[in-house]
């Protein structure tokens, strides 16, 4: 057993409320090895921004789950060394069990997300009061989920949006003790979220995906007020990235995103954790091809693989100063 606090580590609750009291929402970016780590404690620091370091399940078995142990306690130390000790949560995304979740708060997570997604409301409730009566002895925080979001991202599916029910969130709550809850109001897992004929075309001829659900998040904030919400699935795919992909290579199709602004009016209400992955897996790819592109004898990681961590670092300082609002709060 090894507890976060012994990293170096926080969990979500103290972030949380700061960040409904400030109109904000925390960062919550997911990583799977060393230039990813390095990209976003180095982007939130040099924006003052407490993060939250999101592992899937999928990550976990990918990078070992004893080694990112200790990549988040030298993700702390990082952060010092570069000169401000910033707030960092290292956070289990999707866990879709009693046994993996325990897991990770046995190796040193200081929050979980149980998803019970899939599962009936009454064995949703039930999966979900179990992670969180074992994470209360530890002091890990727990994200739960209502509503299904469509898309894929590593192990998680799904063909179309359950939209969350206003009707169940107090009932949900009050039932499992959860410290916050993901909800479902038209976000969407994955680079292709939207099929191009769900969306419009702007003045410039950009495809606009259909607009978030804004009177669900408002209907679930009457009932929940003050509750600390997350948005899964809020990546905006920069459509640059997808031109510098595909014109060296790719063959991203229908690659469409959540507008900007979209999650910048979110992140000034209750919602105060949105998750971002897909952008960064764009923004490192579309470097990587650049690079080979340019220089196709390159053989050196270190030389395609530190231009899309400085790309990455950049990304997600625009992410915290323009869009989630999260820079200078600490």
Do not use: W
């Not at 107090?170 to 292709?192: C, M, Q, R, Y």
């Not at 001829?205 to 699935?233: A, C």
């Amino acid at each position: 057993m090894v507890s976060y606090k012994e990293l170096g580590l926080v969990n979500t609750r103290e972030g949380f409320k700061k960040a409904m009291d400030g109109g904000y929402a925390i960062p919550a970016f997911n990583f799977n090895n060393m230039e990813q780590l390095q990209a976003i404690v180095a982007a939130c620091v040099e924006t003052r921004s407490p993060v939250i370091l999101q592992v899937s399940s999928g990550a976990r078995k990918y990078a070992n789950q004893t080694l990112l142990r200790y990549m988040a306690q030298g993700a702390v130390e990082y952060a010092k060394e570069l000169g401000l000790n910033i707030p960092i949560t290292l956070h289990l995304d999707h866990g879709d069990s009693f046994e993996l979740c325990k897991s990770c708060i046995d190796m040193g997570f200081s929050s979980v997300m149980i998803d019970g997604s899939h599962l009936s409301y009454d064995e949703n409730v039930a999966l979900t009061k179990k992670v969180v009566e074992y994470a209360r002895q530890y002091d890990v925080t727990v994200e739960g989920e209502l509503g299904v979001l469509a898309g894929v991202e590593d192990e998680v599916s799904a063909e179309h949006h359950t939209y969350t029910r206003p009707e169940e969130v107090e009932d949900f709550v009050g039932k499992t003790g959860v410290d916050s809850l993901a909800i479902s109001i038209g976000t969407s897992h994955g680079a292709n979220k939207f099929k191009p004929e769900q969306c419009t075309r702007n003045a410039q001829g950009v495809l606009v995906p259909p607009p978030l659900r804004f009177d669900i998040l408002d209907e679930i904030m009457k009932k929940i007020p003050g509750f600390p919400i997350v948005l899964h699935g809020s990546s905006s795919v920069p459509q640059q990235y997808v031109e510098i992909i595909n014109s060296n290579g790719g063959t991203l199709k229908d690659a469409i995103g959540i507008p900007e602004e979209e999650l910048r009016r979110a992140a000034t209400s209750s919602v105060c954790k949105i998750n971002i992955d897909s952008d960064g897996r764009l923004a490192m790819t579309a470097k990587v091809r650049e690079v080979f592109a340019k220089s196709p004898a390159e053989f050196d990681p270190r030389k395609y693989l530190g231009p899309a961590r400085d790309e990455l670092k950049a990304l997600y300082k625009h992410k915290t100063i323009n869009v989630l609002g999260s820079a200078n709060r600490v």
